[in-house]
């Protein structure tokens, strides 16, 4: 969120969110407001989300994390998988979840622990941050859209297509050029020399 004097004498605020939705107040109730605000906020926790997911399944293979693994999944991998399947839908959360499902329903009556996902949560960000293992702030794929100052354009990373015309770019994989990174795929593979089988799917046009 933005905040930033919009009637400088009046002493009027105004909170920006993405949505675009504005909350104004003036700066007797400031603190009250900005700390009601506070408590509606999550904010980011890299000790079980994500990234810490991953952590747990480099573990299980071997591989090596800056992150801390979550107990839970840890203590369900212990059995011995042969086989570990990880299924990403993306912008389904809790509150999704529990707002049109009942509590008899597979995903809710299977659900072990909540994990949260990273900041910005765009699915640039976390999708990035899924095959990387690491967060936003380390990978740098922040959003769908990024400008890159040596093309002049603003493209979309994961489509390689200039943003406003809607069109591909004449440089392939501009993202992977100038902001390349690791796979969690290619770390573990390392790790255990080559004899694990990996596979992705995804969109064909990601």
């Known amino acids: 969120?933005?905040?930033?004097?919009?009637?400088?004498?009046?002493?009027?605020?105004?909170?920006?969110?993405?949505?675009?939705?504005?909350?104004?107040?003036?700066?007797?109730?400031?603190?009250?407001?900005?700390?009601?605000?506070?408590?509606?906020?999550?904010?980011?926790?890299?000790?079980?989300?994500?990234?810490?997911?991953?952590?747990?399944?480099?573990?299980?293979?071997?591989?090596?994390?800056?992150?801390?693994?979550?107990?839970?999944?840890?203590?369900?991998?212990?059995?011995?998988?042969?086989n570990v399947v990880l299924i990403v839908f993306d912008g389904m959360g809790v509150k999704a979840l529990e707002r049109h499902l009942e509590d008899s329903s597979f995903l809710r009556k299977h659900m072990v622990s909540p994990i949260q996902s990273v900041f910005p949560p765009t699915t640039t960000a976390a999708m990035t941050s899924y095959y990387t293992g690491v967060s936003p702030a380390e990978h740098c794929w922040l959003g769908w859209s990024l400008y890159f100052k040596g093309y002049g354009a603003m493209v979309d990373v994961f489509t390689n297509h200039n943003s406003y015309k809607g069109v591909p770019m004449e440089t392939k994989r501009i993202a992977y050029r100038e902001l390349p990174y690791k796979t969690v795929y290619e770390k573990i593979s390392k790790s255990v020399d080559g004899e694990l089988d990996i596979h992705t799917l995804k969109p064909e046009a990601i």
């Open 1 to 82: 969120c933005i905040r930033d004097r919009l009637y400088p004498g009046l002493k009027t605020y105004r909170i920006i969110l993405k949505s675009g939705f504005q909350w104004h107040f003036n700066r007797r109730n400031e603190d009250d407001t900005m700390s009601v605000f506070r408590e509606k906020l999550q904010w980011p926790r890299y000790e079980k989300s994500i990234v810490n997911l991953m952590a747990s399944l480099m573990k299980y293979y071997g591989a090596d994390s800056i992150y801390k693994t979550i107990p839970e999944l840890d203590c369900e991998l212990e059995k011995g998988y042969r």
